[in-house]
């Protein structure tokens, strides 16, 4: 079984809609990151976790929400879904500072 | 200008080629640096560290310039398999281990 799961793992939405993904492990890590990729950018950080007491807004948390359910679970919310959110969403955890792992990610498409 | 820059490329290099990679980096205080290789539509998944001295695994040697704020990745004798993109990745500023990843140098090796 994979250590870090996203579901789900592609998404089309309207705009306007509510939309979570979810993101689950079994590493036992601590530390908890959502990302989003766009062609030509990289990978953007949105929020991170260092804990289930801790959220942190990464550099493009505007329109999104987190929560940390639990050590192993993190999801990430749309409130109202607008097309520039056509992503690619990937989840990630870590001990700190070193590698991290990354889930196989979510296609979100928002039409 | 971008925390970390890479050439996209698409490098096109036939089999048994040496090809190597560059990336510069903007923040002189990061301390920790890497590379993740991610195939297509696939998670990034960390290919190695570069630490000071340089570090080698197999075919992939990585190098670390910081009076120049700049790493490097060679690869010799190149593989089909090793079509993919590379990402050049520093931490963050803080000292909250987020990473900063580059957008990615894009490898193609042909037969």
């Known amino acids: 079984d994979a250590d870090v799961t996203q579901t789900p793992r592609n998404r089309i939405t309207k705009t306007g809609k509510r939309i979570m993904l979810e993101c689950s492990q079994t590493k036992g890590h601590d530390r908890m990151y959502w990302y989003r990729q766009d062609p030509g950018l990289g990978l953007r950080l949105i929020y991170y976790?260092?804990?289930?007491?801790?959220?942190n807004k990464g550099e493009i948390s505007d329109g999104y929400s987190v929560s940390r359910q639990a050590q192993a679970k993190f999801s990430l919310s749309l409130e109202s879904a607008i097309p520039n959110q056509t992503a690619l969403y990937f989840c990630?955890?870590?001990?700190?500072?070193?590698?991290?792992?990354f889930g196989p990610g979510t296609r979100l498409t928002v039409t | 200008r971008k925390e970390v820059e890479q050439d996209p490329g698409p490098f096109n290099v036939p089999e048994g080629a040496t090809v190597a990679f560059n990336c510069t980096y903007s923040n002189s205080a990061s301390q920790s640096f890497f590379w993740y290789r991610q195939d297509c539509r696939k998670e990034p998944k960390l290919l190695m560290s570069?630490?000071?001295s340089g570090n080698e695994d197999g075919r992939f040697t990585a190098q670390l310039n910081r009076a120049s704020q700049y790493i490097s990745l060679l690869i010799r004798d190149s593989k089909l398999s090793d079509s993919a993109t590379y990402l050049c990745?520093?931490?963050?500023?803080?000292?909250?281990?987020?990473?900063?990843f580059g957008s990615g140098t894009r490898l193609l090796v042909r037969p």
């Open positions: 990630a955890t870590g001990t700190g500072g070193e590698e991290q792992y």
């Open positions: 990745v520093v931490n963050g500023e803080d000292s909250s281990y987020k990473l900063i």
């Open positions: 976790s260092f804990d289930v007491k801790d959220i």
């Open positions: 570069v630490y000071s």
